[in-house]
């Protein structure tokens, strides 16, 4: 079932928000499936979905929409994931494909792989793209295009389930990085949801000191803090599951910032310079 | 001599860097002056300059080059400024108006000051825009759109002076807010030297852990470090001269992070959630 090599005959996205909606309208734009099938637990959001020209069919369960599909993306908030891995799982057809688009996935994995019947396959995925915006009204076709997707097997998951998954998001437009879902966890803590903790701290700190202050500011606090915009209900459930790993980060973290606050203090300009130095090298080195 | 009722007769920007460069462009593309006069240290700086349309005038030293100016911009380094003040004194006209565009205002506004003839004013400014570019070279008639430009003058600085640095300034197209040069120096401290060191530790940081993971990274790792690519010697200068600043900022921050690491590691979740929100509130709150 390799892309582009095959059409898929269903898919269907639970719970389309900004990343379950740019599934689908990336999904239909590059014609990766016969049929995109959506299930919305609100059912006015199901209405307004029923109009959309990247959607097929709109379903009224997530048993239903997943009962004759090919492939199956959770794209609910990262905390309801796993109960609707179980919900669904009695629906799945044989050799049904199910992944998903959560922040988080130790634990997720380990249960969503678990609820699987025999005749399905639960593959862990986090596209690595995303806006202070949520949504699937702000959801597009291209918020894909040259990100990053994890994709994170479990030992035992099989390897065709795998390469399906990651030729599904390859055609998105994403490249893939397979990892253990541990992995996973240590590296979002740091590239992902330190950056998060900072631009929440900075801001929630500038708050209390003088909010009018930032009418003044150029566009270098307007970039640092743009995240900090972020929904704060879906941050609390990821900061819950990632727990462990971002208060490693955080702490390794604030040693490098006191570090900077020494060399400051103690006017060490030389050891000032090398902080500054090797975070522009850093900075330098990203992808244009 | 107030803008834009008066037009300039010559405006001379003395070591033209991005700002000055910028100066120089949207003074050119507003008619504001009859003539722009540059000096440049560097002679094939001065070579190069003499082929851009935005200048009138390139002459060979800042004694020549400000001996009939109406309005001097100092636009070298921050350290820079105060020695180039004191050079360019003895030659300075009857009535000239100097001001410059440094980072940090308290020592540099009264030394600069006191280095003035009786017959010349300097008022200081701090245009509140920039990149992590540098050099005339990348500047442009547009940087300073919409941007805030702070003024700067002591106590004992004329009014008609600091009127008339305030209309240069909005004829360029800035907001312009007047402050003493500690309430500025507080200011920026906040909500621009405390944001490059948290983008400067961020990817110190992750440089050492493991520089390969920025190439999973979204679009928030991305904006949150930018201004970390920013010269290191130009920032060197900046937390030196505005070091204690700093230092009181940075160690206000570290509190605030620390308290959300202790929501964090204590699962207090209300809490957590009360820092995001406020966040998003501020952050929120900026200017579209």
Redesign the interface.
Known sequence: MAFPNRVLDQLTILAPGLLGGSVAQAAHARGLTRRITLWARRPEVRQQLRAMPWCNQIIDTPEEAVRTASLVVLAAPVEKIVELASQIAPALPEGAIVTDVGSVKGELCRLCSAAMPVRAVFVGSHP????QKTGWENSSATLFDG??C?VTPLVTTPASAVETVTAFWRALGLDV?TLTPEQHDE?VA???H??????????????????A?????????????????????M??EI??QN?NE??HA?????H??????DA??N?D?NN??A?????????????A
């Open positions: 690595m793209a995303g806006s990100r990053t994890f990085a590296i740091h590239i992902s330190l950056p998060q903790a900072l631009a929440t701290t900075l801001c929630s700190f500038l708050a209390q000191k003088n909010p202050w930032r009418d003044f500011a150029g566009g270098g606090l307007r970039d640092t803090t743009r995240i900090a915009a972020s929904d704060a209900t941050w609390i900061f819950k727990r971002v208060l955080l702490r390794e973290y604030q490098e910032l006191q570090g900077f606050d400051l203090a006017r300009w000032l310079r902080r500054l130095e090797r975070g522009k090298v850093y900075r330098d080195g990203f992808k």
